[in-house]
């Protein structure tokens, strides 16, 4: 099993910044990759970015140039810069973890809260 905690959201004001951080703790994978996800109110959940094992990334067009996603492996831990924050923005943002880099995200944290006013 695999334990996920999601740290540092919050309320900042359109064109701030804030880093999202997310623990792991439990048993770990070779070939594995660690996303961020995000689901505003009344709409679904999306795809934000992805790190895979080998250090490769991936954005959604929608915050690509303004988000980056990094990992400290000594630390167990995923982070997520956002710069250039947007109203559109704000969502429950979750970090998970695809045990094989299948696509398929097995591991969930339980979420925290960024909320970026105009």
């Known amino acids: 099993q695999v334990q996920l905690v999601e740290s540092g959201g919050g309320l900042v004001q359109a064109g701030g910044s804030l880093r999202l951080s997310c623990t792991a703790s439990?048993?770990?994978?070779?070939?594995?990759?660690e996303g961020w996800f995000r689901e505003a109110p009344g709409k679904e959940r999306e795809f934000v970015a992805r790190i895979r094992w080998n250090g490769m990334t991936d954005y959604a067009d929608s915050v690509k140039g303004r988000f980056t996603i990094s990992r400290e492996n000594d630390k167990s831990a995923m982070y997520l810069q956002m710069n250039s924050l947007k109203p559109e923005d704000t969502a429950v943002y979750y970090c998970?973890?695809?045990?094989?880099?299948?696509?398929?995200?097995?591991?969930w944290g339980q979420g925290t809260q960024v909320t970026v006013s105009s």
């Open positions: 439990g048993r770990t994978f070779s070939m594995y990759a």
């Open positions: 998970a973890v695809d045990r094989y880099s299948d696509g398929e995200y097995d591991y």
